[in-house]
C-alpha cells in the first residue's frame, strides 16, 4: 500500500522563490502540495489567476487550481515551506511556528536566532537538536543564503580534514538571486554591479554558525576568518564564486580532491528524494566549472568545483558553481525538510 504523502502549504506562493517550491513539490514521494497562501492581494483568487508563472517548466495544474490562501496559521497543512519576503517573513514565520506548524523557511529573519538551525543537511544537522529548546508549540528551520550553500558545501570537507583558518571569496551571482522583476536590464546589460545589498555580511556571518559546534543548548561558532565580496553579473542562474583559502594542517592538491570527491553525509546515506548522489563534484578541465554547464548537475543540488590551484597569498585557490535558486534557495529547504521527517522530527504531523 502506497504510503500517504504529508500535506504541505508553501507561504509566499506567487514570488519566484515560492513558484520554485511549487515547481520542485510536483510529484514529490513524500510531500504533496495542499495549499498556496500569498498577499491580501492575491488571496481568494485561482492560483494561475494571481501567479506570473516565470519558471521554464509549465505550471502544475494542481497547483494552478488551487485558491490562494492568506498567509495566516489557520491551514491544514502542519508543514509550511516560507518563500515570503524578508520584509514580511519574520512576523508571519513566528505566528505559523507558536501556532504549531513547522516551518522550513528560506527567508533571512530568524536566521541568527540562538533556537534557530541555519541548516544544510550535510554539514549540520545536528543542529537540529536547537528545535527542542524552541518555545514554539510547532518550529522555525532556516536555510542559509544562496551563495552561502555553495561556498560552505565546498568547505565542510577541507574543515574537516585539515581545519581553515581564513577564506577569501569574491562571488558573481546570477540575475534570479534578485527575485522579478529583479535587476533592470538597463542595469545589468554591459555591467556587473558590484554591490548586493547585505550579502557580503551574510557570506561573512553564515558559515561561522553553519561550521560550528552544537554545545548540547546553543550553537558556539567556528573561529574562521572570513571575507566576501559580492558582484551581480548578467546570468540567469547559477552563482559562481572565487575562493581562496589557508589551511590549518598541511595538504596537497590530490588530498584536497580527494576528500572532495569522497564526501558524503546523512541526506546520501539515507537517499533523501532531493539530495545529490554527490555533494561536491570536481572537475579537471581547466575552464570548468561554468554555470551554463553545471548548474544543473545532480538534480541541481550539487556544487561543481574546479581550477584547484595553490596560491602565493594563501594556500590554495578554486572555483565554485552552484544554482542558487535550487539547492541555494527552495531545493535546499525541501531538503531540509526530508532530514526532519527522515530523523524524526516531524512525527507529530
Not at 4 to 15: E, F, I, P
Not at 40 to 69: F, H, I
Not at 77 to 95: N, T
Request: charged share 25%.
Amino acid at each position: 500500500m502506497e504510503k500517504q504523502k504529508l500535506k504541505v502549504a508553501v507561504l509566499g506562493a506567487t514570488g519566484s522563490v515560492g513558484q520554485k517550491f511549487i515547481e520542485l513539490l510536483q510529484n514529490h514521494p513524500w510531500f504533496e502540495l495542499h495549499e498556496v497562501a500569498a498577499s491580501e492581494r492575491s488571496a481568494g483568487k485561482l492560483y494561475k489567476d494571481a501567479v506570473n508563472w516565470v519558471q521554464s517548466t509549465p505550471l502544475p495544474a494542481k497547483a494552478s487550481a488551487l485558491t490562494v490562501k492568506e498567509c495566516r496559521p489557520v491551514l491544514e497543512s502542519r508543514i509550511v515551506f516560507s518563500g515570503l519576503d524578508a520584509s514580511v517573513a519574520g512576523e508571519i514565520e513566528q505566528e505559523f511556528a507558536e501556532k504549531g506548524y513547522y516551518v522550513i523557511s528560506n527567508s533571512r529573519n530568524h536566521r541568527f536566532d540562538k533556537d534557530v538551525p541555519l541548516l544544510i543537511p550535510e554539514i549540520n544537522p545536528d543542529h537540529l537538536e536547537l528545535i527542542k529548546s524552541q518555545k514554539y508549540g510547532g518550529a522555525i528551520v532556516t536555510n542559509p543564503n544562496c551563495s552561502t550553500i555553495g561556498l560552505v558545501l565546498a568547505l565542510k570537507p577541507l574543515q574537516d580534514k585539515f581545519g581553515i583558518e581564513t577564506v577569501n571569496v569574491v562571488t558573481m551571482q546570477a540575475l534570479s538571486g534578485a527575485g522579478y522583476p529583479g535587476v533592470s536590464s538597463l542595469d545589468i546589460i554591459d555591467n556587473v554591479i558590484p554591490f548586493i545589498g547585505s550579502e557580503e555580511e551574510k557570506m561573512e556571518s553564515e558559515p561561522l554558525k553553519i561550521l560550528g559546534k552544537y554545545t548540547g543548548s546553543e550553537i558556539e561558532n567556528i573561529d574562521i576568518k572570513i571575507s566576501a565580496q559580492c558582484n551581480r553579473v548578467a546570468v540567469i542562474d547559477g552563482h559562481t564564486e572565487t575562493v581562496q583559502v589557508k589551511l590549518k594542517n598541511k595538504a596537497s592538491i590530490d588530498e584536497i580532491k580527494a576528500v572532495w570527491r569522497e564526501f558524503i553525509a546523512l541526506p546520501q546515506q539515507y537517499e533523501l528524494p532531493s539530495a545529490p548522489a554527490n555533494p561536491v563534484h570536481y572537475f579537471e578541465e581547466k575552464n570548468y566549472p561554468q554555470p551554463k554547464l553545471h548548474r544543473n548537475i545532480d538534480k541541481a543540488m550539487a556544487v561543481s568545483v574546479g581550477r584547484l590551484r595553490e596560491c602565493p597569498v594563501f594556500d590554495y585557490k578554486f572555483v565554485i558553481t552552484s544554482h542558487n535558486t535550487i539547492r541555494g534557495a527552495a531545493g535546499g529547504a525541501i531538503l531540509n525538510a526530508e532530514l526532519m521527517y527522515k530523523m524524526g522530527y516531524l512525527k507529530n504531523i
